[in-house]
């Protein structure tokens, strides 16, 4: 699961955005900012909504969103903006804090148990039968909201009508930030250390003044260390399968509306849904980092509100609005760019596929040779081997698994990666050359340990040699067969193996040239291999598969979206900026490298409720010459929130190591209401690793 990190977006302006502010809707509107939905058990769920008045006299759909990002403060900002938008058009908007988050009660004790979705049919069911609903219900969500929304889509339960999922997978163990091509993301780590910290937050005393504090102290002693559940499982067993809708594609039958973004890294979803999925469902790709498209970075936004109006008109009240006559699928045809960490915007166009597979991509192989030559024609050189054993420093310049559009979260020069790697690359292009899709690498190799990993990347370089990554994948060779039952390498053994890239969209210029590098490392995006590994490439035998777009520019232009635009913005005092940094240190004289990377959303002011909050996060990466066994992850998150006399805060640390054997955790929870210390916890955990 992968969340937005930087949560609250405290302003809109903070991000550059240009949004046209929105405050006559064709319904005017009324909200209830804390009311409580009964669970079968008892339990009481925290909503809060926007509806259009009058609505107990002329019943309106109701949209859910149901995430645990606590409805009142942390995503104040951004619900603020997009929810009474969409009410203003005539719906029943509300957000729900999960079981165990934000107002509501019980615990949450990890991602998408069966409990969490079984909440989310019951809350559907309630909706369905106020009265200010006419019985049809939609969900949309993004990441977590998204996750759910497919997942309780698959249950079926009768009110649901309609989903849009933004920013979410339809397997768990392929496209979550626990794993990627069976080795083990960085942001498995740095994604529970952010779940670690925010399941230290008490219920807000001013919606919950009887029974705030003892659901606030279960919350700080049951709720667990999630990561060490994570690593418990390393493969694809039945705890990743729980809550992966590719297991069965066909329980969803209801619309499915589903959106990513290049930069995201849950864009391969969207492929997979449009192609599986038996039901009435459309597709969006933009260039967005992980969020919403109405404020999506790098940009172009788009005007994805009113998309969501078209959506839900037509599933929810009946309305043709044209929306099914377009294409199934649209997606935004990225143009070259130089290699940045952070982009405002790209350039490119939107392009249209009427389905996926579509009939207008032809997947064309390019050839490697000995020469490190990239071709379209098998090398005439005689069959030979090269070898490649990167450094651990390789990675150092890859970016983060999943962006979220921050400062140094996106790809920089790819050339000092690759001066650790194996480079082969085409002659400069007589014309452009534009991709769609995934492309993927036919490696045929030979290891010189039992477990080892490969990192491909796939590169636009530019006349002057600027190098700017275009996508990548990832594969535990021992999961070269099964994810499920992965097999240690026989040393020497020759092994042919498919590693699939991330989907993409981009055109590469003329003049430009398109790189493939290889690597046995790519730290701090994933876990290094147990011990440092040799892998004997045959590249006469290797072929890169792209998945060539024909037709190019002449592609008449889709209709365009309408411009961002948004209900008017939440009022919020700034106390203290986001810390907001990415910065590499190597020191030469001990050999260390470290990676620190500041997140949070600093200290601010929520006026219309006086909350005031603090946000900060820290994370550290690191390593020691080439020495495997240096690898360190440590994550620290600090919270607090205040309120005239009332004051909590919390601290969490989670640090991890690993030894060819074992991956080592400890963690440290330190807990304050006021100045007291009312709760301490520390873990110390050891996990064996197998084949990773």
């Not at 009481?44 to 645990?68: F, T």
């Not at 309630?126 to 889509?153: E, H, K, R, T």
């Not at 309609?162 to 163990?173: K, L, N, P």
Request: hydrophobic share 35%.
């Amino acid at each position: 699961m992968c969340g937005t990190a930087d949560l609250p977006k405290v302003a809109l302006s903070n991000r550059g955005l240009v949004m046209r502010t929105v405050s006559n809707f064709p319904h005017p509107i009324r909200s209830v900012d804390h009311f409580e939905i009964p669970m079968p058990d008892g339990c009481r769920l925290a909503a809060r909504m926007w509806l259009p008045e009058g609505a107990e006299q002329k019943p309106v759909p109701a949209i859910l969103e149901y995430i645990p990002y606590r409805k009142n403060d942390l995503t104040a900002a951004r619900d603020v903006v997009m929810h009474p938008y969409v009410a203003g058009h005539g719906y029943a908007v509300v957000r729900v804090d999960l079981r165990g988050t934000g107002d509501s009660e019980g615990l949450m004790l990890d991602e998408y148990l069966q409990q969490e979705l079984d909440d989310g049919c019951s809350v559907i069911e309630w909706l369905a039968s106020q009265p200010w609903c006419d019985g049809n219900v939609g969900m949309i969500g993004i990441s977590w909201g998204g996750f759910n929304g497919l997942q309780i889509a698959a249950m079926r339960p009768p009110a649901l009508k309609a989903v849009i999922s933004c920013a979410s997978t339809d397997d768990r163990y392929a496209d979550d930030v626990h794993h990627m091509g069976g080795t083990l993301l960085i942001d498995n780590l740095s994604w529970a250390a952010i779940m670690f910290g925010r399941n230290t937050l008490p219920p807000d005393p001013r919606n919950k003044p009887h029974n705030w504090r003892a659901l606030w102290h279960s919350r700080l002693k049951e709720s667990g260390l999630w990561l060490k559940n994570w690593l418990e499982h390393q493969h694809r067993d039945k705890f990743w399968k729980h809550g992966s809708v590719c297991e069965d594609f066909g329980a969803i039958t209801c619309p499915v509306y589903a959106v990513s973004g290049w930069a995201d890294g849950y864009c391969r979803s969207v492929f997979r849904l449009m192609e599986k999925l038996q039901g009435p469902r459309k597709g969006l790709v933009g260039p967005w980092a992980h969020t919403y498209p109405h404020i999506g970075k790098p940009g172009p936004a788009i005007g994805f509100l009113q998309e969501c109006v078209r959506w839900w008109d037509q599933w929810l009240k009946g309305r043709d609005t044209g929306i099914m006559d377009e294409p199934m699928l649209r997606l935004f045809m990225q143009d070259s760019a130089p290699p940045q960490t952070s982009y405002e915007t790209r350039a490119g166009r939107w392009v249209t596929e009427p389905a996926w597979p579509s009939p207008n991509i032809e997947r064309q192989s390019f050839f490697l040779s000995g020469n490190g030559r990239l071709s379209l024609r098998r090398a005439d050189d005689a069959a030979g081997t090269q070898t490649v054993r990167s450094p651990l420093s390789v990675g150092l310049r890859g970016g983060k698994w999943c962006s979220y559009a921050v400062p140094g979260d996106q790809p920089a020069d790819q050339r000092g990666d690759d001066a650790g790697s194996l480079v082969y690359e085409t002659q400069e292009l007589a014309h452009d050359v534009e991709i769609a899709g995934d492309a993927m690498l036919d490696l045929v190799f030979e290891s010189d340990r039992p477990v080892a990993m490969v990192a491909v990347r796939l590169s636009d370089v530019a006349p002057d040699g600027a190098t700017t990554r275009v996508s990548y994948g990832l594969l535990n060779l021992t999961h070269r067969d099964s994810h499920e039952r992965p097999e240690p390498l026989e040393p020497a053994r020759r092994y042919r193996a498919s590693v699939p890239f991330k989907h993409v969209a981009q055109r590469f210029s003329a003049g430009h040239r398109i790189r493939l590098a290889i690597s046995t490392n790519y730290f701090p995006i994933a876990w290094p291999s147990p011990e440092p590994v040799t892998l004997t490439v045959h590249p006469t035998d290797c072929r890169l598969e792209l998945p060539v777009r024909v037709g190019g520019a002449g592609d008449p232009a889709p209709a365009p979206f309408a411009e961002p635009e948004g209900a008017s913005p939440l009022r919020v005092e700034t106390i203290s900026k986001p810390q907001k940094d990415w910065a590499i240190t190597e020191n030469l004289a001990d050999a260390s490298t470290v990676v620190e990377i500041g997140e949070g959303a600093g200290t601010y002011r929520i006026v219309d409720n006086d909350l005031t909050i603090t946000s900060l996060g820290r994370g550290r990466y690191s390593f020691r010459g080439d020495d495997f066994g240096s690898a360190r992850a440590e994550a620290k998150w600090e919270f607090e929130f205040s309120r005239a006399d009332w004051r909590m805060r919390s601290v969490t640390e989670t640090t991890m190591t690993a030894t060819p054997s074992h991956f080592h955790v400890e963690a440290h929870l330190e807990a304050w209401e006021g100045d007291e210390l009312v709760h301490e916890q520390k873990w110390t955990e050891a996990i064996e690793r197998r084949l990773l």
